[in-house]
């Protein structure tokens, strides 16, 4: 497509940080057509991540995470229409049905339909959760003040973050994680370890190993029963144990779907399988045009970078999408930062001390930092992204070395001083306070 109408009209299907962002794009760069945002939730777009945070512990209000303030949409002349679903898309037609039994005609659609918490059979009920939307932090956040001891089954990082909150609440909290170290896979086994440490002198006991595989409900609470045939009582259970991608409407319509990613498969532009619908965020299995193979990320920041990006590529600017992934958790007073794709023979380096939980786990592949996950070392991340763009050979000894300064790996280029001196550009490396 090169290029929309003034006349024309682009739809967002989703009501999260991709949808609000590609709209936002849309008017930044000048389309002056029609912007309809659909979404089937009752809040205007907000961010997630305080849904499991700030949010949970009542620090935030709605207002602090909505992606933009409400009077933002009619200045942007951004038609929202909340509470609504788009119950299919016929790609011939160009046009979406709506729930309320409407119709639009697009010319340009963009599907940022996310994801949804996976849910586990025989695990339902008054007292399960799981986190997606406002709603279910409320629901959650209502029982916490009441609740006695929340089990959680999974210590992803949403599972861990509400744990953390929970304590804090001084709610008694059992994490069940069937992997042998949890977040080992996202993270490495030394940041899984370390985590059960940090969760455990809080008083969360992180069951690593252990199997729900069953629930009983009673009058007064839930009783799960586990792989290795313990019973445990706990009155509020949390389910966090996945997502599945919102792909219905790309199936119906015939979009094709990346069976290996789940996702709705786009080539590097953000263009499905039908040049006029695009997909975004969560739901987007992207084609990486370094890696060479689809990739589908479930950070916010990307989804919030696919919105600006697609609005470029609707406007016919043909902007590959080659950003690294960025991920952050908030635990207790600890923060983890994880930035970059490693490739399964990356190595791996680490830098700080585990031991003073403090460090950073560097992936390292043909002599490049492809990848980082830090904890409480926020420089290293900003090191790394500035690496990840640039061509720089690094050593494992170097990475390790904390009296190595990192920024001596990027191309020096000379700087001068203001009374003509050239700089090295290398200042003291970082140290854990
Ligand atoms: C509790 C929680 C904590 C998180 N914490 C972090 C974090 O710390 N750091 C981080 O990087 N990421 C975090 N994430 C992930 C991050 O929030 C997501 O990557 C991001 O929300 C993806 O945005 P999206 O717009 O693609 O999808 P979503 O935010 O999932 O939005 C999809 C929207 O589409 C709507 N929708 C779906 N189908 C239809 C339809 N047919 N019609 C109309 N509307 C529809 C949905 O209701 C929803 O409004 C967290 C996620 C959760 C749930």
């Given at each position: 497509m090169s290029g929309l109408s003034s006349s024309s009209c682009v739809v967002?299907?989703?009501?999260?940080?991709?949808?609000?962002?590609?709209?936002?794009?849309?008017?930044v760069q000048g389309y002056d057509g029609r912007v309809v945002l659909v979404s089937d939730e009752l809040h205007l777009p907000y961010e997630r991540p305080p849904l499991s945070k700030e949010y949970l512990s009542g620090k935030f209000d709605v207002a602090d995470?909505?992606?933009?303030?409400?009077?933002?949409?009619?200045?942007n002349e951004?038609?929202?229409?909340?509470?609504?679903?788009?119950?299919?898309?016929?790609?011939?037609?160009?046009?979406?049905?709506?729930?309320?039994?409407?119709?639009?005609?697009?010319?340009?659609?963009?599907?940022?339909?996310?994801?949804?918490?996976?849910?586990?059979?025989?695990f339902t009920g008054d007292r399960v959760h799981s986190i997606r939307s406002i709603t279910d932090t409320e629901r959650l956040a209502s029982r916490l003040t009441q609740s006695q001891h929340l089990a959680i089954l999974g210590a992803g990082?949403?599972?861990?973050?509400?744990?953390?909150?929970?304590?804090?609440?001084?709610?008694?909290?059992?994490?069940?994680?069937?992997?042998?170290?949890?977040?080992?896979?996202?993270?490495?086994?030394?940041?899984?370890?370390?985590?059960?440490?940090?969760?455990?002198?809080?008083?969360?006991?992180?069951?690593?190993?252990?199997q729900v595989t069953s629930m009983t409900e009673t009058d007064d609470g839930l009783l799960l029963h586990t792989a290795d045939g313990e019973t445990i009582a706990c009155d509020e259970l949390l389910v966090g144990v996945g997502s599945i991608p919102n792909t219905e409407l790309a199936v119906a319509a015939g979009l094709r779907i990346d069976e290996a990613t789940g996702g709705i498969a786009t080539d590097e532009f953000g263009r499905t399988s039908d040049p006029?619908?695009?997909?975004?965020?969560?739901?987007?299995?992207?084609?990486?045009?370094?890696?060479?193979?689809?990739?589908?990320?479930?950070?916010?920041?990307t989804a919030q970078r696919h919105g600006a990006n697609v609005a470029a590529n609707i406007l016919g600017h043909e902007e590959p999408f080659s950003d690294a992934p960025y991920f952050w958790s908030d635990q207790y007073d600890h923060s983890l930062k994880a930035l970059g794709h490693a490739g399964p023979d990356a190595t791996t380096v680490i830098r700080g001390s585990v031991e003073?939980?403090?460090?950073?786990?560097?992936?390292?592949?043909?002599?490049?930092?492809?990848?980082?996950?830090?904890?409480?070392?926020?420089?290293?991340?900003?090191?790394?992204?500035?690496?990840?763009?640039?061509?720089?050979?690094?050593?494992?000894?170097?990475?390790?070395?904390?009296?190595?300064?990192?920024?001596?790996?990027?191309?020096?280029?000379?700087?001068?001083?203001?009374?003509?001196?050239?700089?090295s550009g290398v200042c003291p490396s970082e140290a854990c306070s």
């Open positions: 967002l299907v989703g009501g999260g940080v991709a949808s609000a962002a590609a709209g936002a794009g849309l008017r995470f909505q992606t933009h303030p409400e009077g933002w949409y009619a200045e951004i038609e929202v229409l909340l509470g609504t679903r788009v119950s299919s898309v016929d790609p011939v037609a160009r046009r979406v049905t709506l729930s309320d039994g409407a119709a639009l005609e697009y010319d340009a659609l963009v599907l940022a339909t996310g994801v949804r918490a996976r849910a586990l059979p025989g990082f949403i599972g861990c973050e509400v744990a953390a909150i929970a304590a804090a609440q001084g709610v008694r909290v059992t994490v069940f994680e069937p992997a042998p170290v949890p977040l080992a896979r996202a993270l490495g086994a030394d940041f899984g370890r370390t985590m059960v440490d940090i969760h455990a002198d809080h008083g969360v006991e992180i069951r690593s190993g252990h006029r619908i695009y997909a975004i965020g969560d739901v987007a299995s992207r084609l990486h045009p370094i890696l060479g193979r689809a990739i589908r990320v479930e950070h916010h920041d003073d939980r403090c460090f950073s786990v560097f992936s390292l592949e043909d002599g490049r930092v492809t990848a980082v996950a830090t904890l409480d070392r926020p420089r290293d991340l900003m090191a790394t992204r500035k690496l990840l763009g640039v061509p720089h050979q690094a050593t494992a000894e170097q990475l390790a070395d904390e009296g190595f300064d990192l920024k001596a790996l990027l191309p020096q280029r000379p700087r001068t001083r203001p009374n003509g001196a050239r700089q």
